[in-house]
Every structure is written in C-alpha cells, then in structure tokens.
Nanobody
C-alpha cells in the first residue's frame, strides 16, 4: 500500500506562488502514475496535473497550463506541484494521488491511493 503525504499549502495573494510536495512511501511501481487533484467547497474533485513515474510524461488541465508545473524526484520518492500566477479560483484542497500503472487519467476513480490533502487559499 502506497502512503502519500502532502505539504506546502497555505494562504497567498493572487499572482503569488506556492509549491506543493507529496512524499511517497510503501510500494511504488516503476510504471505508476502520480496525479494532483483539487476540490473546492461544493464542487467535485477535479484533475489538475499528472506525471508518469517512469519517463516523466506530464499532463495538465487546461485551467492550469502555463501556470502550474508537476515534477518528480526519484531519489526522494516525491512529487511536486509548482503553482505560479495563482488566482482566487485556484482555492481548494489539493490532493496527491497514485495509481500503479496505466496512462495518466483525469478521473479520480482511477487512482487508488490518496493523501490527506493540503489547503490552498488564494486571496484577491
């Protein structure tokens, strides 16, 4: 079972930046896919970005393209989400997720392991 722990959330003004981290432990398949999702109050959990552990292929939701960057550090077993030019509509709880294999999916149901989430609040 993969364990995921997010950190790095907080309160930031619009236009600012934050870097989220996701530390992984337990068994991680070499072909696994890591994803970042977010959930705002009253809304469904939505895909933000994903990365393949092997090869580093990435995918982004259109709403964050050009502003957010997902990356990984194999040596540290960690995944990151660099968020720049933040907007109030980016306010949400951000979750790290993992699936053992397959393509990068935008569906939360395709990911079997989840972190506890970290709150990101962007003030206008």
């Amino acid at each position: 079972q993969v364990q995921l722990v997010e950190s790095g959330g907080g309160l930031v003004q619009a236009g600012g930046s934050l870097r989220l981290s996701c530390a992984t432990s337990g068994h991680t398949f070499s072909n696994s896919v890591m994803g970042w999702f977010r959930q705002a109050p009253g809304k469904e959990r939505e895909f933000v970005a994903g990365i393949r552990w092997n090869g580093g292929y990435t995918s982004y939701d259109d709403s964050v393209k050009g502003r957010f960057t997902i990356s990984k550090d194999n040596a540290k077993n960690s995944v990151y989400l660099q968020m720049n030019s933040l907007k109030p509509e980016d306010t949400a709880v951000y979750y790290c997720a993992a699936r053992p294999q397959g393509p990068i999916s935008t569906k939360a149901a395709d990911f079997g392991s989840w972190g506890q989430g970290t709150q990101v609040t962007v003030s206008s």
